[in-house]
Nanobody, 125 residues
Framework: VQLQASGGGLVQAGGSLRLSCAASERTFSNYNMGWFRQAPGKEREFVAS????????YYADSVKGRFTISRDNAKNTVYLQMNSLKPVDTAVYYC???????????????????WGQGTQVTVSS
């Protein structure tokens, strides 16, 4: 599975961005999808995820109420709508895919099998 993330950029605090992640896999609906981010000098952290089967969503506390993850299985694409952006949201954002199986912990990167190349999000104060 190849994942292509896009939509990053420079935005002022309080602004919005929408990230997209297009997957090459035609059975996209079988995959749980997630967004993670990594800021300079920090470890990668979970942002949001969405299951392939039910579309259940999960969010990190730091983005809950501001970010929304969604998917369009017909377009093999997952989105991350980011509103009320803060300077602390500055990071490289990665999308990831997990072929849904028996075990999946949405917030743990080790459960994802495929990763995109990342897209830079910079929020200025």
């Amino acid at each position: 599975v190849q994942l292509q993330a896009s939509g990053g950029g420079l935005v002022q605090a309080g602004g919005s961005l929408r990230l997209s992640c297009a997957a090459s896999e035609r059975t996209f609906s079988n995959y749980n999808m997630g967004w993670f981010r990594q800021a300079p000098g920090k470890e990668r952290e979970f942002v949001a995820s969405i299951s392939g089967s039910s579309g259940s969503t999960y969010y990190a506390d730091s983005v809950k109420g501001r970010f929304t993850i969604s998917r369009d299985n017909a377009k093999n694409t997952v989105y991350l709508q980011m509103n009320s952006l803060k300077p602390v949201d500055t990071a490289v954002y990665y999308c990831a895919a997990d072929l849904a199986g028996m075990t999946w912990i949405p917030s743990e990167g080790r459960y994802y099998d495929y990763w995109g190349q990342g897209t830079q999000v910079t929020v200025s104060s």
